[in-house]
């Protein structure tokens, strides 16, 4: 299958402070990638699209003024959690379809603790 | 009414057992399907795709019943190793994903 990865994979932040979250399509190219957020126990959870060469997408509910997305290439999309706070905190994924029906492949998740 | 629903489970199974997931959805327009697994504190890895006609691969059969807009999986001779979350995922609109909360599978020795 393809590969996604996602830089870091973890890392802690203190409140106010913004932190920026790459995802990289290793061996295939993505005009659009995805941005999940998954709180524990709860399900992963759509934020927005990223659209190389566009502006992002983003869903119902998700500030994008707080999160900035940017697709800078076919390989690569970066998601900013600017002022970041405590509730901030949670396991953010990126995903890229490939393959003939469009399945997505996901990035091994970033986990983010802000202080 | 919710897109995806799933049965939370969990599901408590010894190794060897069979065990059917169950999925409907609610958006008739959708055209592709997928099941996929997440481990704890993991990605989503893909499971396999389901197909009109029903699809094996291995332990795992899936089925897709358009009509009823319902999706299962069957697990056979479990492993512990299948110990997981299972996401069932119809597909429509430029392919975004919508999860539902899955259904989680315990295996037991």
């Known amino acids: 299958g393809a590969v996604v990865s996602q830089h870091p994979s973890w890392v802690i932040c203190k409140s106010g402070t913004s932190v920026k979250i790459e995802c990289r399509s290793l061996d295939f190219q993505a005009t659009t990638m995805f941005w999940y957020r998954q709180f524990p126990k709860q399900s992963l959870m759509l934020m927005a699209t990223?659209?190389?060469?566009?502006?992002?997408?983003?869903e119902q509910g998700v500030e994008k003024d707080k999160f900035l997305i940017n697709h800078a290439s076919l390989t690569l999309s970066t998601l900013t959690v600017t002022s970041a706070h405590p509730e901030d905190s949670s396991f953010y994924i990126c995903?890229?379809?490939?393959?003939?029906?469009?399945?997505?492949?996901f990035g091994p998740g970033t986990r983010l603790t802000v202080t | 009414r919710k897109e995806v629903e799933q049965d939370p489970g969990p599901f408590n199974v010894p190794e060897g057992a069979t065990v059917a997931f169950n999925c409907t959805y609610s958006n008739s327009a959708s055209q592709s399907f997928f099941w996929y697994r997440q481990d704890c504190r993991k990605e989503p890895k893909l499971l396999m795709s389901v197909y009109s006609s029903g699809n094996e691969d291995g332990r795992f059969t899936a089925q897709l019943n358009r009509a009823s807009q319902y999706i299962s999986l069957l697990i056979r001779d479990s492993k512990l190793s299948d110990s997981a979350t299972y996401l069932c995922?119809?597909?429509?609109?430029?392919?975004?994903?919508?999860f539902g909360s899955g259904t989680k599978l315990n295996v037991k020795p």
């Open positions: 995922v119809p597909t429509y609109n430029f392919n975004k994903f919508y």
């Open positions: 990223s659209n190389e060469g566009s502006k992002a997408t983003y």
């Open positions: 995903s890229a379809p490939a393959g003939s029906r469009y399945e997505q492949y």
